[in-house]
């Protein structure tokens, strides 16, 4: 069974840094793109980036490119997404989502909330 | 590429016969899906490649368009579908969703 788990909530301050996981399991973890999606609270999707855990090749959307940074670790499954120094406004519930079936988005992990609060 | 969806909200009855628009800023032929969210869970995908019913989607939804110009309809409304519908284009990065359409009980 495809399955992506991620961790747990997290509460942090502003100007911490933080990285959250995404372990996919019942598939070929280094062969589907796996992507990362905010959601802002009350508000919509925001697609943030995607990885290839086979060759690390991420791309990102303009709008998170140097706001966080998507990672992979072949070894253990796992995709990441992190960041340097935190701001209030990164408060929300993140999605990781994979690329299986026809490479559309199918599966997706249960959601991660970041909250940021001084 | 911009999507744009029509209407942000939507009040409805069961059994009725609802159609959700998705507008493309440029074309994405039909690298186009559809996404239903519950309170506190993930989004469902319910539609991709415009048209194609995922597996053990009912066969209520479907999906038409392509180009710049999509719809979503549910054809008779079940309790079970009021929630929110998002499109989303794979045409190219970064793949951008619509704002979502909120469906509500009427």
């Known amino acids: 069974e495809v399955q992506l788990v991620q961790s747990g909530a997290e509460v942090k301050k502003p100007g911490e840094s933080l990285k959250i996981s995404c372990k996919g399991s019942?598939?070929?973890?280094?062969?589907?793109?796996i992507g990362w999606v905010r959601q802002m609270p009350g508000k919509g999707l925001e697609w943030m980036g995607i990885?290839?855990?086979?060759?690390?090749?991420?791309r990102y959307s303009p709008s998170f490119q140097g706001q966080v940074t998507i990672s992979a670790d072949k070894s253990i499954s796992t995709a990441y997404l992190q960041w340097s120094s935190l701001k209030a406004s990164d408060t929300a519930m993140y999605y990781c989502?994979?690329?299986?079936?026809?490479?559309?988005?199918?599966?997706w992990g249960q959601g991660t909330l970041v909250t940021v609060s001084s | 590429i911009q999507l744009t969806q029509s209407p942000s909200s939507l009040s409805a009855s069961v059994g009725d016969r609802v159609t959700i628009t998705c507008r493309a800023s440029?074309?994405?032929?039909?690298?186009l899906a559809w996404y239903q969210q519950k309170p506190g869970k993930a989004p469902k995908l319910l539609i991709y490649?415009?048209?194609t019913l995922q597996s053990g989607v009912p066969s209520r939804f479907s999906g038409s368009g392509s180009g710049t110009d999509f719809t979503l309809t549910i054809s008779s409304l079940q309790p079970e579908d009021f929630a929110t519908y998002y499109c989303?284009?794979?045409?190219?990065?970064?793949?951008?969703f619509g704002q979502g359409t909120k469906l509500e009980i009427k």
């Open positions: 990885i290839y855990p086979g060759d690390s090749d991420t």
């Open positions: 989303q284009q794979l045409n190219s990065y970064p793949h951008t």
């Open positions: 440029q074309g994405i032929s039909s690298y």
């Open positions: 989502a994979l690329r299986y079936s026809s490479s559309w988005y199918d599966y």
């Open positions: 019942g598939y070929s973890f280094t062969s589907y793109w």
């Open positions: 490649a415009a048209s």
